[in-house]
């Protein structure tokens, strides 16, 4: 954490898009840590909040376009053999296939917030012939909702858990308070969202 720290500090909003890049496309590269760290350094003070979102859900967007093209123009063939570059065992490629090719647009959305899934998720639908304006439209808006609660989490670590809650239980004033609890609520509907899915699935 220290390395990356170090890095993002220093390459600033170039290191945060580079990874968040590389991350959507399926290098194993550690995206939600970057993002992390560059909401600890917006409570810092050495970055600005505005930015690093725009940055970060620019660079996801570009990043799970491009495994999407990837998908669409090499098949499932390709797929496969990528996954195993990546240690990908067939049955759970299967899985995360069978989840994007059951919900589409919503599974491309869900797997943003889905470790292991959210790399696969562009090339997948590329490959199962999902149609390119419906997968950016559900990749942008994943990457809005997934990209700030990342952030946030990181701020949240450096403002302390406890004044977190405080500064907005007194209201917010400012449109960075305005930003930070709407990512605290959305965090919260994604975490509740997912559970209920989680649950449904489960008992069909």
Known sequence: MNTIRALVAHWGYFAIFAFVVLGNIGVPVPENSVLWVAGYLVWKGRLALGLVLAVGVIGAVVGDNIGFWIGRRYGQTAVDRYGGWIHLTPPRLERMRRFVHRFGPVGVFIARFVTGLRFMAGPLAGSLGLSPAVFFVANVLGAICYVPVMVGAGYAVGYGFRQYAKRFLLGP?????????????????VVVFQGVRFYRNRNR
Not at 173 to 189: F, K, P, S, Y
């Open 173 to 189: 004033d400012t449109l960075e308070d305005l930003l930070l609890l709407g990512t605290a609520c959305l965090a919260i509907v």
